[in-house]
T-cell receptor, first 109, second 114 residues
Framework: KNEVEQSPQNLTAQEGEFITINCSYSVGISALHWLQQHPGGGIVSLFMLSSGKKKHGRLIATINIQEKHSSLHITASHPRDSAVYICAVGRGSQGNLIFGKGTKLSVKP | DAGVIQSPRHEVTEMGQEVTLRCKPISGHDYLFWYRQTMMRGLELLIYFNNNVPIDDSGMPEDRFSAKMPNASFSTLKIQPSEPRDSAVYFC????????????FGEGSWLTVV
Protein backbone atom coordinates (compact mmCIF):
# COMPACT_ATOMS: atom_id res chain seq x y z
CA LYS A 1 0.00 0.00 0.00
CA ASN A 2 1.31 3.45 -0.91
CA GLU A 3 2.13 5.73 1.98
CA VAL A 4 0.29 8.58 0.27
CA GLU A 5 -3.00 7.89 -1.47
CA GLN A 6 -4.93 10.40 -3.56
CA SER A 7 -8.46 10.28 -4.85
CA PRO A 8 -9.81 10.49 -7.39
CA GLN A 9 -7.11 9.62 -9.92
CA ASN A 10 -8.95 11.47 -12.65
CA LEU A 11 -11.58 14.17 -12.39
CA THR A 12 -13.53 15.97 -15.06
CA ALA A 13 -15.60 19.00 -14.11
CA GLN A 14 -17.58 21.73 -15.78
CA GLU A 15 -16.41 25.31 -15.47
CA GLY A 16 -17.74 26.85 -12.29
CA GLU A 17 -18.02 23.63 -10.31
CA PHE A 18 -16.62 23.18 -6.81
CA ILE A 19 -13.85 20.59 -6.82
CA THR A 20 -12.40 18.48 -4.01
CA ILE A 21 -9.29 16.34 -4.21
CA ASN A 22 -8.45 14.09 -1.28
CA CYS A 23 -5.18 12.86 0.16
CA SER A 24 -4.68 10.24 2.86
CA TYR A 25 -1.36 9.24 4.33
CA SER A 26 -0.21 6.47 6.64
CA VAL A 27 3.03 7.85 8.09
CA GLY A 28 3.94 10.50 10.60
CA ILE A 29 4.58 13.78 8.88
CA SER A 30 6.04 17.19 9.60
CA ALA A 31 4.08 18.92 6.83
CA LEU A 32 1.90 18.23 3.83
CA HIS A 33 2.35 19.87 0.45
CA TRP A 34 -0.02 20.38 -2.43
CA LEU A 35 1.64 20.77 -5.82
CA GLN A 36 0.29 21.62 -9.24
CA GLN A 37 1.81 20.27 -12.45
CA HIS A 38 0.65 21.66 -15.77
CA PRO A 39 0.99 20.00 -19.16
CA GLY A 40 4.55 20.76 -20.16
CA GLY A 41 5.70 19.53 -16.80
CA GLY A 42 6.47 22.49 -14.55
CA ILE A 43 5.67 21.94 -10.86
CA VAL A 44 4.41 24.72 -8.63
CA SER A 45 3.96 24.52 -4.88
CA LEU A 46 0.47 25.60 -3.90
CA PHE A 47 0.43 25.02 -0.16
CA MET A 48 2.50 23.70 2.67
CA LEU A 49 0.51 23.03 5.83
CA SER A 50 0.92 21.20 9.09
CA SER A 51 -2.44 22.01 10.67
CA GLY A 52 -5.76 23.66 10.00
CA LYS A 53 -6.55 25.40 6.78
CA LYS A 54 -4.96 27.72 4.23
CA LYS A 55 -6.57 29.76 1.47
CA HIS A 56 -5.10 31.36 -1.62
CA GLY A 57 -7.51 32.87 -4.07
CA ARG A 58 -9.92 30.15 -5.17
CA LEU A 59 -7.84 27.39 -3.61
CA ILE A 60 -8.35 26.07 -0.10
CA ALA A 61 -6.32 23.35 1.59
CA THR A 62 -7.25 21.64 4.83
CA ILE A 63 -5.55 19.02 6.92
CA ASN A 64 -6.75 16.79 9.75
CA ILE A 65 -3.70 15.45 11.53
CA GLN A 66 -5.64 12.96 13.68
CA GLU A 67 -7.32 11.43 10.66
CA LYS A 68 -4.19 11.73 8.47
CA HIS A 69 -6.20 13.33 5.73
CA SER A 70 -6.01 16.48 3.65
CA SER A 71 -8.26 18.01 1.03
CA LEU A 72 -7.65 20.53 -1.72
CA HIS A 73 -10.70 22.49 -2.80
CA ILE A 74 -11.09 24.66 -5.87
CA THR A 75 -14.03 27.04 -5.94
CA ALA A 76 -15.52 28.35 -9.19
CA SER A 77 -13.27 26.09 -11.26
CA HIS A 78 -11.90 27.36 -14.57
CA PRO A 79 -10.35 25.57 -17.56
CA ARG A 80 -6.96 27.04 -16.59
CA ASP A 81 -7.17 24.95 -13.39
CA SER A 82 -6.71 21.86 -15.55
CA ALA A 83 -3.55 20.20 -14.30
CA VAL A 84 -2.28 17.32 -12.21
CA TYR A 85 -2.52 18.00 -8.47
CA ILE A 86 -0.02 16.15 -6.34
CA CYS A 87 -0.11 15.62 -2.60
CA ALA A 88 3.24 15.11 -0.89
CA VAL A 89 4.15 14.57 2.74
CA GLY A 90 7.33 15.69 4.39
CA ARG A 91 9.04 13.75 7.12
CA GLY A 92 11.58 15.11 9.55
CA SER A 93 12.48 18.72 10.05
CA GLN A 94 13.01 19.53 6.40
CA GLY A 95 13.37 16.05 5.00
CA ASN A 96 12.42 14.48 1.78
CA LEU A 97 8.93 14.30 0.31
CA ILE A 98 6.85 11.22 -0.34
CA PHE A 99 4.51 11.85 -3.25
CA GLY A 100 1.05 10.66 -4.13
CA LYS A 101 0.37 9.53 -7.68
CA GLY A 102 -1.49 12.73 -8.50
CA THR A 103 -5.03 13.64 -9.53
CA LYS A 104 -5.52 14.68 -13.13
CA LEU A 105 -8.13 17.44 -13.28
CA SER A 106 -9.77 18.56 -16.48
CA VAL A 107 -12.16 21.51 -16.35
CA LYS A 108 -14.37 21.86 -19.41
CA PRO A 109 -15.69 25.24 -20.55
CA ASP B 1 14.87 36.01 -8.45
CA ALA B 2 14.79 33.83 -11.57
CA GLY B 3 13.74 30.75 -9.68
CA VAL B 4 15.43 27.37 -9.79
CA ILE B 5 17.29 27.05 -13.07
CA GLN B 6 17.96 23.69 -14.66
CA SER B 7 19.87 22.73 -17.77
CA PRO B 8 19.57 21.19 -20.21
CA ARG B 9 15.77 21.31 -20.62
CA HIS B 10 15.84 18.37 -23.00
CA GLU B 11 18.51 15.83 -23.73
CA VAL B 12 18.56 12.81 -25.97
CA THR B 13 21.58 10.58 -25.61
CA GLU B 14 22.69 7.12 -26.58
CA MET B 15 22.94 4.29 -24.10
CA GLY B 16 26.33 4.21 -22.46
CA GLN B 17 26.96 7.93 -22.69
CA GLU B 18 27.54 10.15 -19.69
CA VAL B 19 24.77 12.59 -18.84
CA THR B 20 25.22 15.64 -16.64
CA LEU B 21 22.24 17.63 -15.41
CA ARG B 22 22.78 21.02 -13.81
CA CYS B 23 20.89 23.07 -11.28
CA LYS B 24 21.14 26.57 -9.85
CA PRO B 25 18.99 26.92 -6.73
CA ILE B 26 17.34 30.10 -5.57
CA SER B 27 19.85 32.34 -3.84
CA GLY B 28 19.69 31.98 -0.06
CA HIS B 29 18.03 28.58 -0.08
CA ASP B 30 19.76 26.06 2.17
CA TYR B 31 18.19 22.90 0.83
CA LEU B 32 18.52 21.41 -2.65
CA PHE B 33 16.64 18.35 -3.85
CA TRP B 34 16.93 16.17 -6.94
CA TYR B 35 13.76 14.30 -7.94
CA ARG B 36 12.96 11.95 -10.79
CA GLN B 37 9.53 11.56 -12.38
CA THR B 38 8.45 8.61 -14.50
CA MET B 39 5.04 7.41 -15.62
CA MET B 40 5.42 4.18 -13.69
CA ARG B 41 6.76 5.48 -10.39
CA GLY B 42 5.69 9.11 -10.28
CA LEU B 43 7.92 11.53 -8.41
CA GLU B 44 10.73 10.16 -6.27
CA LEU B 45 13.46 11.80 -4.27
CA LEU B 46 16.94 10.87 -5.43
CA ILE B 47 19.11 12.93 -3.07
CA TYR B 48 19.03 16.12 -1.08
CA PHE B 49 21.64 18.53 0.24
CA ASN B 50 21.66 20.90 3.18
CA ASN B 51 24.23 23.67 3.08
CA ASN B 52 25.97 21.84 0.21
CA VAL B 53 26.31 18.60 2.22
CA PRO B 54 24.50 15.45 0.99
CA ILE B 55 22.05 14.43 3.70
CA ASP B 56 20.08 11.56 2.21
CA ASP B 57 21.06 9.73 -0.96
CA SER B 58 19.05 6.59 -0.32
CA GLY B 59 16.93 7.30 -3.38
CA MET B 60 19.85 7.19 -5.80
CA PRO B 61 19.12 4.08 -7.87
CA GLU B 62 22.64 2.72 -8.20
CA ASP B 63 26.29 3.58 -8.51
CA ARG B 64 25.77 4.91 -12.01
CA PHE B 65 24.16 7.96 -10.41
CA SER B 66 26.14 10.60 -8.57
CA ALA B 67 25.37 14.12 -7.38
CA LYS B 68 27.55 16.96 -6.21
CA MET B 69 27.04 20.41 -4.80
CA PRO B 70 30.41 22.17 -4.88
CA ASN B 71 28.94 25.49 -3.73
CA ALA B 72 25.67 27.07 -2.65
CA SER B 73 24.70 28.09 -6.17
CA PHE B 74 25.36 24.97 -8.21
CA SER B 75 24.63 21.26 -8.23
CA THR B 76 25.05 18.47 -10.75
CA LEU B 77 23.44 15.08 -11.19
CA LYS B 78 25.51 12.71 -13.29
CA ILE B 79 24.57 9.39 -14.84
CA GLN B 80 27.42 7.28 -16.16
CA PRO B 81 26.85 5.12 -18.10
CA SER B 82 23.28 5.99 -19.03
CA GLU B 83 20.67 3.31 -19.77
CA PRO B 84 17.25 3.51 -21.47
CA ARG B 85 15.51 2.95 -18.12
CA ASP B 86 17.01 6.25 -16.92
CA SER B 87 14.69 8.09 -19.31
CA ALA B 88 12.62 10.41 -17.13
CA VAL B 89 12.12 14.00 -16.12
CA TYR B 90 14.63 15.10 -13.52
CA PHE B 91 13.58 17.98 -11.27
CA CYS B 92 15.78 20.09 -9.08
CA UNK B 93 14.13 21.99 -6.23
CA UNK B 94 15.27 24.28 -3.45
CA UNK B 95 13.92 25.47 -0.16
CA UNK B 96 14.83 27.88 2.59
CA UNK B 97 15.28 26.68 6.17
CA UNK B 98 12.66 28.92 7.75
CA UNK B 99 9.61 26.96 8.96
CA UNK B 100 6.58 27.10 6.74
CA UNK B 101 8.44 27.90 3.55
CA UNK B 102 7.40 26.15 0.41
CA UNK B 103 9.63 24.25 -1.99
CA UNK B 104 10.44 25.71 -5.40
CA PHE B 105 10.90 23.45 -8.40
CA GLY B 106 12.85 23.98 -11.56
CA GLU B 107 11.26 23.36 -14.96
CA GLY B 108 12.83 19.92 -15.17
CA SER B 109 15.31 18.22 -17.47
CA TRP B 110 13.65 15.79 -19.88
CA LEU B 111 16.09 12.94 -20.49
CA THR B 112 15.70 10.31 -23.19
CA VAL B 113 18.27 7.54 -23.44
CA VAL B 114 18.04 5.55 -26.67
Amino acid sequence: KNEVEQSPQNLTAQEGEFITINCSYSVGISALHWLQQHPGGGIVSLFMLSSGKKKHGRLIATINIQEKHSSLHITASHPRDSAVYICAVGRGSQGNLIFGKGTKLSVKP
Amino acid sequence: DAGVIQSPRHEVTEMGQEVTLRCKPISGHDYLFWYRQTMMRGLELLIYFNNNVPIDDSGMPEDRFSAKMPNASFSTLKIQPSEPRDSAVYFCASKATAPGTIIYFGEGSWLTVV
